[in-house]
């Protein structure tokens, strides 16, 4: 069993940034791809970004340039540095990990508020 805990999320105002952390209780470097999802109030997860374990990464469209996701050095977390933030990036953000297995893990999430 893997476990994902989401950190950093918060109350921002627009234009500014934020980074989310997700802490895995293996080694990142045992997970075959992890992502960041998005849940805006009344919608359905929304992918945000994805890296794979030989750090690959994938960003939705309208989100590259704004966002970074990457994992430590030490490969223990996966962060996503959020910049220029605005109102509609308001959301609860998830980070996911599926492994080679096809076992597949959430987190709780951590709201991102951005203020206008």
């Known amino acids: 069993q893997v476990q994902l805990v989401e950190s950093g999320g918060g109350l921002v105002q627009y234009g500014g940034s934020l980074t989310l952390s997700c802490a895995a209780s293996?080694?990142?470097?045992?997970?075959?791809?992890m992502a960041w999802y998005g849940q805006a109030p009344g919608k359905q997860h929304d992918l945000v970004a994805t890296i794979t374990n030989s750090g690959n990464s994938n960003y939705k469209d309208p989100l590259k340039g704004r966002f970074t996701i990457y994992t430590d050095n030490a490969k223990i977390t996966v962060d996503l540095q959020m910049d220029s933030l605005k109102p509609e990036d308001t959301a609860v953000y998830y980070c996911?990990?599926?492994?080679?297995?096809?076992?597949?893990?959430w987190g709780q999430g951590t709201q991102v508020t951005v203020s206008s």
């Open positions: 996911y990990g599926k492994r080679a297995n096809g076992w597949e893990y």
């Open positions: 293996v080694s990142i470097s045992k997970i075959n791809h």
